[in-house]
């Protein structure tokens, strides 16, 4: 990390013969961040499918299904169309399709949303693949982050 509150000289002083730091500094970072940043929607969101369609004027539009777990061991399914012309990531409360304590439900509201979707798409034309969700995919993100294990 590169510490802005010292000169570069400082930082190699502080370092041990393996060129590691002796001591962390701390640093004090309360006013270098704006309290009104919003934290990324999608970091609770475990697994997500994307689909194309056509709207009611024609225009071509992008539809984003996916699995969230929320705090409270919540889980969340949530839809969105043409979410790249909305301005910023957060979800809105109307965005979810579902919240609920089971992850077998999730998947049940997950997939049932993109078969709705899948079937609309292809009366629309647009006739695409998409694999349904699965637990193991929504499992392998959670058992990383509760055993603190990157995936």
């Known amino acids: 990390m590169y510490a802005t509150t010292c000169s570069s000289a400082d930082e190699r002083a502080n370092r ?3 060129g590691l730091r002796k001591k962390l500094p701390s ?5 270098l961040y704006s309290r009104v940043v919003q ?3 999608d970091r609770g969101r475990f697994a997500e ?5 056509v709207d ?4 071509e539009e992008r539809i984003v299904v996916w699995i969230e777990r929320r705090a409270g061991a919540v889980w969340a399914v949530g839809r969105v169309v043409n979410p790249q012309l909305r301005n ?4 809105k409360a109307g965005d979810y399709v579902f919240e609920g304590y089971e992850l077998e439900d999730a998947l049940e509201h997950a997939n049932a949303t993109l078969e709705d979707d899948l079937t609309v798409s292809e009366r629309d ?6 694999l349904p969700f699965t ?3 929504c499992l392998k993100p959670l058992e990383a982050w509760f055993f603190g294990r990157s995936s």
Not at 49 to 53: C, M, N, S
Not at 125 to 130: F, T
């Open 16 to 18: 041990n013969e393996n």
């Open 27 to 31: 640093l004090n970072t309360t006013g």
């Open 39 to 41: 934290v990324s929607s």
């Open 49 to 53: 499918r994307v689909l194309h369609g």
């Open 56 to 59: 009611d004027a024609g225009r």
């Open 88 to 91: 910023g990531n957060a979800a």
């Open 125 to 130: 034309g647009k006739a695409e693949r998409c």
């Open 135 to 137: 637990r193991e995919e």
